[in-house]
């Protein structure tokens, strides 16, 4: 039960000495609802598609750098490459496996 000073009905206009007071609650206009109406995941797709870039590219370069100097051919940066390699191997899969799977949900009576 919401008193009545939290809703602006009556009272002193405020809480009592002592009492917090109630924060706001959001709609669906303050949390936005990918309409439109507000910040939606579409943000998130932009930014984390950016990171993924630029993490790609970042280890792309190391892979040349490794790979073009003997010296870098050690364990360390050989497990680094061999984890790049199944990464993108995996996330490389991960599109299939999405589509695979919207195709038998499709079919699902």
Do not use: Q
């Not at 970042?58 to 199944?86: C, D, E, I, P, Q």
């Amino acid at each position: 039960m919401v008193p009545d000073w939290a809703e602006g009905r009556g009272g002193e206009g405020g809480p009592p000495e002592g009492a917090a007071a109630e924060p706001p609650r959001a709609t669906a206009a303050d949390v936005g609802d990918g309409n439109g109406d507000g910040p939606g995941g579409e943000v998130w797709i932009v930014l984390f598609g950016g990171v993924m870039a630029l993490s790609v590219a970042a280890n792309v370069l190391l892979t040349a750098a490794v790979l073009s100097n003997r010296k870098k051919h050690t364990v360390v940066y050989a497990t680094l490459v061999f984890l790049f390699g199944l990464n993108l191997v995996s996330g490389a899969g991960s599109p299939l496996f999405i589509l695979s799977f919207s195709r038998d949900f499709e079919r699902s009576p």
